[in-house]
């Protein structure tokens, strides 16, 4: 397709339409922060290409319109996973579109996904994790709440956001568990007693001192008294990986992985793991047996005299 030179109008709707998406998917799907992120971030990729190309509305491409735009993916060298999520997001964009009765048809349906290679996730040893436990001193506020969370986190294997987004009232220190809020629905995880200990600490001694005002409900608040954010918690996750000399690159989700694994080495069933990391369908979990399999290989190839 040759370079047009476009009409304001028509360029300045598909602004407006990837803005009513955008809506659509806050609103009526809600999905997370960091999907609507992906979406919006593809569609304004593909929102510069075609202005470009065709300087007309996303009404007027056609199927081999968007596949000319995939293939221009995968000459830059972009990942498998990459191109397929950008499919996703071209074929869930032109579906609304064709429900708002804007388009006649959906031209991404056909669009053929790149077979992505399924990476297993990374987990920490146990050793590995009992190192990083250890790194937070509490000798400060900051180091007893770090405590706390790092704790919380291992022992529930909840996601960041639902870690960050917890009140105080979402802990029940007497019964020693966690209320879990996720969108809709609610779920109930034990504590182990080291990380009762930390929460107790925490929320007794620690907490209140940290508030910027005693209305906050958040449970960990940064070091200006307010609900920790996603960032704030990366960086504190990097911080006691370096502390602690871990060479594995760890993410907040890496302990989750751990968690859940290192559950099913130790004899938990599927459903059990299923239900307190709040997968909604099974075969999220069943990727942990692979996890595990992969790992007790692993151990043979290096232990075994004969292998």
Request: charged share 25%.
């Amino acid at each position: 397709m040759g370079k047009h030179p476009g009409n304001e109008r028509e360029t300045m709707a598909n602004t407006i339409y990837i803005g009513q998406y955008e809506t659509y998917l806050q609103e009526v799907k809600r999905v997370s922060q960091n999907t609507l992120s992906s979406y919006m971030r593809d569609l304004r990729q593909f929102e510069q290409y075609w202005a470009q190309c065709a300087g007309t509305t996303f009404c007027k491409a056609l199927h081999h319109d968007l596949e000319t735009y995939i293939n221009r993916l995968r000459q830059a060298g972009k990942s498998a996973a990459t191109v397929s999520r950008n499919i996703v997001t071209l074929r869930s964009f032109y579906q609304f579109l064709l429900e708002c009765g804007i388009v006649p048809l959906n031209p991404a349906s056909n669009l053929v996904s790149d077979k992505a290679v399924k990476k297993l996730p990374q987990i920490l040893t146990s050793r590995e994790i009992e190192r990083l436990l250890e790194q937070p001193e509490c000798v400060d506020p900051k180091g007893y709440r770090d405590k706390a969370m790092l704790e919380t986190l291992y022992a529930t294997g909840i996601r960041v956001s639902e870690l960050i987004g917890l009140d105080v009232e979402d802990v029940n220190l007497l019964a020693g568990v966690l209320h879990c809020k996720h969108w809709n629905k609610e779920r109930t995880i034990p504590l182990y007693p080291a990380a009762i200990a930390a929460q107790e600490e925490y929320i007794t001694r620690i907490r209140p001192h940290m508030l910027s005002t005693p209305e906050e409900q958040a449970l960990f608040v940064n070091l200006a008294g307010e609900r920790m954010s996603r960032q704030g918690f990366w960086k504190i996750i990097k911080y006691y990986q370096e502390k602690a000399k871990i060479e594995k690159e760890i993410t907040p989700h890496t302990l989750r992985h751990s968690f859940a694994a290192h559950l099913l080495e130790n004899g938990a069933d599927l459903r059990s793991i299923q239900e307190m990391l709040g997968h909604a369908d099974i075969s999220s979990t069943q990727v942990y047996v692979q996890l595990v399999k992969k790992q007790l290989k692993d151990v043979y190839h290096m232990a075994h005299p004969r292998a």
